[in-house]
């Protein structure tokens, strides 16, 4: 079996985290999945999937030869559809889902811009608070923020949110700004459901990570709503970095007790698992990761620098 082979066993092993769908899949015999992976290790002198009786992982090796491997195959792809002329200019439709608030904050602006440059492709938003699943609802890309689970997804991280207390410059002049965690219970919470569930904040004290249940005043489902009622000056609330950077560029908007943020949350684009990448959501990929990327990476920055 040839390298280019092996590397594509790699890679659908990787994602199916199992021999016998592969074989399906590829159109080979269990035992010939085997031996092109014990092919590749051993040329390379690298394992690269812990193995137990009922299930494969990637070791540390394996997750970086992994994104190695993805890339190779995508540009020998890209190579192939070039010559042959399908990658001139991408056409077709794409459906993309993600949370309704980041759909309208990041990705909106992004999918405009990339209708502008690629006039033969159209594309459907789904915007909901849910998971979706992307096979049964038809789904080219999501735009998961979380850490993901083992799946049959492929998944390429973009960057990373925070999750934040905010309040208005007004009501810290009021009341007063917390000092510890233990102060919230001295303040007026606006909590939401999906962020602050049963009311409990989640941080991290002395590099551990604790939760402090609280009493809010106001509870609500939906996030904007929230940050509205906070802007207002009618207490603190929790949001994701992306979704006050504006307020808190502004200054209508500032974080508390950024000291005690819990880490980073990662941002995914991921898609459903298969060789065949259509044109269009290969356009999409090379078009949107960066411009994600940049994004968020300017919600960070303003999270951070306004930090009191």
Known sequence: MDRLREM??????????????????LGLSPPAVTRAL?????????????RTTRSLSLTDAGIRFLANAQRLLADIEHAENDASGAGVMPRGHLTVTASAMFGRTV???????????????TVTVLMVDRIVDMVEE???????ISHLPDSSLVAR???AVRRLLVASPDYLARRGSPAVPADLRDHAVIAVTGLMPAGAWHHVSAGRPRSIALAPRLTVN???SALSSAAAGYGITVALSYMVTKALRRGDLVPV???????EVPVHLVMASGHHV????????????????AALGDCTMAAKADEI
Request: proline share 7%; no cysteine; hydrophobic share 55%.
């Open 38 to 50: 014990a092919a590749l290790e051993s040329r390379i002198d690298t394992w690269l999937f812990h």
């Open 138 to 144: 038809g789904v080219d890309l999501a735009i998961r």
């Open 157 to 159: 991280r973009v960057g």
């Open 278 to 293: 259509a044109p269009a959501v290969r356009a999409f990929i090379e078009f949107a990761v960066p411009s994600i990327t």
């Open 8 to 25: 594509e066993v790699f890679v659908a092993v990787a994602a199916e985290g199992g021999l016998s769908r592969v074989a399906r899949t």
């Open 222 to 224: 939906d996030t904007a």
């Open 257 to 263: 007790l950024g000291a005690f943020a819990p880490p």
């Open 107 to 121: 990705l909106m602006p992004i999918i405009a811009g990339f209708l502008d440059v690629h006039p033969l492709v």
